[in-house]
């Protein structure tokens, strides 16, 4: 019977330096500056990133603090009309009881904003 062939020895792995003669200056110089873009991308995005979060932090705040506003106006509103209420129809009352004749009620109801 025949004999089985042999395979060939398997070469060992070869490293990456190995492989590549020496780096050129120009790729050594290519390859700082591709490490130095990669760094100051990371940088760059890590800013943008946190000034995005500093931001939505403010914006927040702010629509918090608008809401609380428009809160106290509405609350402020609606004291204002109770104030006011009483005040005009007294106002309204003495110029009834000052004015006599049929432009009494008249002048009473503009006063007030109401027509006759």
Same mark, same amino acid.
């Given at each position: 019977?025949?004999?089985?062939?042999?395979?060939?020895?398997?070469?060992?792995?070869?490293?990456?330096?190995?492989?590549?003669?020496?780096?050129?200056?120009?790729? !050594?110089?290519?390859?700082?500056? !591709?490490?130095?873009? !990669?760094?100051?991308?990371?940088?760059?995005?890590?800013? !943008?990133?946190?000034?995005?979060?500093?931001?939505?932090?403010?914006?927040?705040?702010?629509?918090?603090?608008?809401?609380?506003?428009?809160?106290?106006?509405?609350?402020?509103?609606?004291?204002?009309?109770?104030?006011?209420?009483?005040?005009?129809?007294?106002?309204?009352?003495?110029?009834?009881?000052?004015? =006599?004749?049929?432009?009494?009620?008249?002048?009473?109801?503009?006063?007030?904003?109401? =027509?006759?």
């Amino acid at each position: 019977p025949a004999a089985p062939a042999a395979a060939p020895a398997a070469a060992a792995p070869v490293s990456d330096e190995e492989q590549k003669p020496e780096m050129s200056e120009e790729e !050594r110089k290519r390859q700082a500056r !591709r490490e130095r873009n !990669r760094l100051h991308a990371v940088a760059s995005r890590k800013r !943008r990133r946190e000034k995005s979060e500093a931001l939505e932090a403010e914006n927040a705040s702010l629509k918090a603090e608008n809401d609380a506003l428009r809160a106290e106006v509405q609350r402020l509103r609606v004291q204002n009309a109770r104030l006011v209420d009483p005040v005009s129809v007294n106002a309204a009352a003495a110029i009834v009881s000052d004015a =006599s004749g049929p432009l009494a009620d008249e002048n009473a109801a503009a006063w007030l904003g109401m =027509s006759a």
